[in-house]
């Protein structure tokens, strides 16, 4: 929390830095520059207010960076600054934020707003306020590359403070999608301060009403790229409520298939796709199959274990009849390949098996080995560490292995948000783990 402090703090005060400094560069202001840059902001805040909330999450989705970038181009003044930072203040009051946040999210706006007014002006922007004032697209094109860079770094400051992840990680995979996304907003931005300029305030409103319109686009798409997560977590908890003993168990890979992925480098892109592979790993576990092993009380024979062993294949079947999750078959069937080609269902070897696969089964075996069983005991922190070490290079990446034991996210591994202690109902019945293979 300390750390967070101080990076809050620091964004604060080179806010108020950078805004010093646009106040030195032009301390006069007009009254069409404060009348600009408080209807811009006045917009900001109404466009803010109106944001989509995702649930679960202190994201929002927001189009309020559009008349705020706009104001930058009609009032690039300091005046600009400070409306923008008081509007967002009043924001932060509405959203009854914590502290903390409510500090970091006026920082970092601020922050942004200052350095883009500063960008502008001295690339040679000019109000477009003023008579004869063409767009300065260099200039135009710079404060939309400032803002999205400069937003995506601060967010991925927080997180990778908060979370002890790679920043640079976290900052690519971040700003890559937010640049390309912000440069389809360049035409509404100019939109924005066009209509501003020739029609006034009632012009800048009434273009509001049409961009709301495609804000409701993206929160619609938003919502079923939602629900579509939402199924598969149902479609999973359906399919582990058969196997109490291990309620929990999909969710928790996924999480933690997720923190290797972005702990080894991958892209967030990449990194969604392992989580969705991670998930739906043992869904092929609901077939009639498996029924009377999975209920079985005690150790496995060997015929049972071979059955078993086909749950990828079956994982895989399963899968494949769902178009938009083709990519993940292949991570999915694999799952419980071994580096030296001891696993199953294909004996690949090495960097044949899927990177996915590969993660999932760093994962799985994290999950199997912190789970309480009847035959013994869930192992520490130390214990799985020393088991990686062992099977490094026979059941693992070695490469994966030697990233992530020395990761900052290995330790968060075992602070699980999906509880680890197995349903009291599957207490007696045991799960057969042939050495070395310790996945789920």
Known sequence: ?????????????????????????EPAATASTIRAAVVFAILGLICELLAYKKAARSESGSIAFLPTLASVVV??????????????????????????KGLFNVAQVTLWVALCVLVYTQLGGRSLSLPDAPIHLPAFVAILLVFAILNSAAVAGAVAISEGQKFVDLWWGRAGVTVIYDLFTLPFVYFFAWCYVNFGTFGAFLLVIPVLGIRELYKVNWQ?????Q????LMVMAIEARDPYTSGHSRRVSRNARLIAQAI???????????????????GKIHEIFAPILSKPG?????????????????EELVRTVSQLKDVVAPIRHHHEN???????????????PVASRIIMFADTIDAMTTDRPYRAA???GQVRAEFVRLRGRQFDPHICDKLLVSAVYPLLFDQDVPLTPSIVGAGRRKAVPAPLLAG
């Open 224 to 228: 079923l790229q939602q629900t579509n």
């Open 299 to 315: 150790r496995l024979t060997a015929d049972e274990n071979a059955i078993m062993q086909t749950h990828p294949i079956k994982s």
């Open 75 to 100: 009032a690039p003044s300091w005046v600009t600054v400070a409306a923008v930072g008081a509007a967002t203040i009043v924001i932060q009051l509405a959203n009854r934020r914590v502290a903390i």
């Open 265 to 283: 480098g991958l892209r967030e892109k990449q990194v969604k796709r392992v989580a969705v592979a991670a998930l739906l790993h043992d869904v």
């Open 1 to 25: 929390m300390s750390r967070i402090r101080v990076y809050v703090g620091t964004l604060a005060f080179l806010a108020v830095v950078a805004a010093i400094w646009v106040y030195q560069l």
């Open 379 to 381: 192992l520490s922190e």
């Open 339 to 353: 580096w030296d080609g001891t696993g199953y269902p294909d004996g690949l070897v090495a960097e044949a098996i």
């Open 230 to 233: 939402e199924l598969l977590q």
